[in-house]
């Protein structure tokens, strides 16, 4: 499947079968994140998915797919380093803030900044017409979150450190957005990068996660924590490894926005699952951020 996902870069297939993917890769990481702030500790929820997704990647990383070239060691130390310090930032963003407040800031402040990376690390350029659709999507996203700061009730008085927690997220989503695309272009196989990156990725939360329940006074059952770590780890796949392989078949900087349509399905997800108010302004401003994304599309 490599091979054929290789034949595809540059091509109009590949740059088609990079949109479905950067929009399946929107759709799940919304899931995603509602399973990480659902009713479980966000910290647990993150360590029972890692462990998931790292103990499903470590046979194919180790017996299936070809492993990665030596030379490649320091870029996948620091991937895992830029992960693990996101996955920081995002469990205290959810812990701090409301789901519907926060993210729609985290996946803003994202794409932009993945649009400059994607300039400097690869030579990608925007048009003028791509650069508006930029600016639309990242300024209803942004207007979402004044809007919630004016009226959100909710645990006020950690909105506004919620609120720039989410924004130092953001960065680090266009950190990572940008050099998981370098490292998966780097290697020869992205089925090779995808399977070492989920293997060493789930190593490190599992470990907070078990120090966080210890020292938990009213532990949850470990049951429901096992069966959300088994979703999340199978739909981290999708998402994160859809979203990857976008960026090899096709530019990094419109992968990153199309993704960030994901504040759309983040939105419904929290009136429809997670009982969180969505009203009027809210829907417009959603519209708004879809019609950004189609623009970056189609200006493209």
Request: one cysteine or more; a neutral charge.
């Amino acid at each position: 499947m490599g091979d054929w996902i290789i034949s595809l870069e540059g091509t109009e297939a590949g740059g088609h079968l990079a949109l479905g993917l950067a929009l399946l890769a929107a759709l799940l990481h919304a899931f995603f994140g509602a399973l990480q702030k659902g009713r479980h500790d966000p910290w647990l929820s993150r360590g029972a998915i890692d462990f998931a997704y790292g103990i499903m990647a470590a046979p194919v990383a180790l017996f299936v797919e070809p492993w990665p070239d030596p030379a490649l060691i320091p870029l996948f130390a620091l991937i895992w380093a830029i992960h693990v310090v996101y996955k920081l930032c995002q469990g205290f963003t959810y812990t701090l803030g409301s789901y519907t407040v926060v993210y729609p800031v985290v996946r803003g402040t994202g794409p932009l900044f993945a649009v400059i990376g994607a300039g400097l690390l690869f030579g990608e350029h925007f048009n003028w017409v791509q650069w508006s659709g930029v600016a639309l999507l990242v300024g209803a996203i942004y207007g979402l979150a004044l809007y919630n700061l004016k009226h959100w009730q909710i645990g006020r008085d950690r909105l506004k450190p919620a609120l720039v927690m989410a924004v130092v997220t953001g960065l680090f989503v266009a950190a990572y957005t940008t050099i998981d695309a370098y490292g998966i272009r780097a290697t020869a196989d992205p089925f090779t990068f995808l399977a070492w990156f989920f293997m060493i990725d789930g190593l490190t939360f599992p470990v907070v996660a078990v120090v966080r329940y210890a020292r938990m006074d009213d532990k949850p059952d470990l049951g429901p924590l096992a069966l959300r770590g088994f979703v999340g780890g199978v739909t981290a796949y999708f998402s994160f490894g859809a979203i990857m392989l976008a960026t090899r078949l096709d530019d990094v900087g419109e992968a990153a926005v199309l993704r960030e349509t994901s504040t759309v399905f983040a939105a419904l997800i929290g009136w429809l699952v997670l009982g969180e108010k969505v009203g009027p302004r809210r829907v417009i401003m959603m519209a708004l951020i879809a019609l950004g994304a189609v623009i970056v599309e189609a200006g493209g």
